[in-house]
């Protein structure tokens, strides 16, 4: 089973207006943690966003939020104004602890959204 | 900052050659761990560690060595190259506290013919 689903393969936006990424996971851990990271054309890795699974409130930083319903199991990236620097490959991630095993280390991707904004 | 460094960027390989991907932090981080990215897939763990001198395996561990002798290097063994390990690796790195995030190199572009 999927650990991390991210059902938009490709997403659009206009510059300056806000963008939504999908991201469910999947989970018996209590504890764990859920990342997005960003990677553009360029290859690199570049973290963006972290959410706690005990953490009362969404996270945020700078134009990014993440929408942490944990009931539903969800953890969505919001992306607000876009720029035209935003146009790269999203991918969500969770960190989770295996049975007798530490969580720390270890990191569960999703596929990816490719996201674009457009001028 | 260097942060973690990846060498080399690009490789060639033929199938059977051995190489050794080095990768190194200066951020005095614990958890150092390597992944792989195939085309149209996000990155899957091959090997971690928690401390020098301790390694495990990851989601893909086949056809990879991993040592950490050492809390500032991670270095990734292929014994035997093929085909099927063409692929992106990341080394990355973390340390205990602040969620565990995770620092990632710049990848190293691998080919195997």
């Known amino acids: 089973a999927q650990k991390i689903t991210q059902t938009q393969p490709g997403m659009f936006v206009q510059e300056k207006e806000a963008v939504t990424l999908d991201c469910t996971y999947d989970?018996?851990?209590?504890?764990?943690?859920l990342f997005w990271y960003k990677q553009p054309s360029s290859g690199e890795m570049i973290f963006l966003i972290y959410q706690g699974s005990y953490d009362q409130q969404n996270a945020t930083e700078g134009r990014y939020s993440l929408n942490f319903q944990k009931a539903r199991k969800s953890a969505n990236l919001v992306i607000s104004a876009s720029q035209l620097g935003d146009s790269a490959m999203y991918f969500c991630?969770?960190?989770?602890?295996?049975?007798?095993?530490?969580?720390?280390?270890?990191?569960?991707f999703g596929q990816g959204t490719i996201l674009t904004v457009h001028p | 900052n260097a942060g973690v460094t990846q060498t080399p960027k690009f490789q060639v390989l033929k199938t059977g050659q051995s190489m050794t991907l080095q990768c190194a932090q200066d951020m005095n981080h614990e958890y150092m761990s390597w992944y792989r990215q195939d085309p149209g897939m996000g990155l899957r763990l091959i090997h971690y560690s928690v401390g020098a001198g301790i390694t495990d395996q990851g989601e893909v561990p086949n056809g990879y060595n991993v040592s950490r002798s050492t809390t500032e290097d991670f270095p990734l063994r292929l014994l035997s190259a093929a085909p099927s390990q063409t692929s992106v690796y990341f080394c990355a790195s973390s340390y205990s506290g602040g969620g565990n995030i995770q620092y990632f190199g710049a990848g190293t572009r691998l080919s195997v013919l």
């Open positions: 989970t018996s851990d209590p504890s764990y943690g």
């Open positions: 991630a969770m960190r989770e602890a295996y049975a007798g095993g530490t969580s720390y280390g270890k990191l569960t």
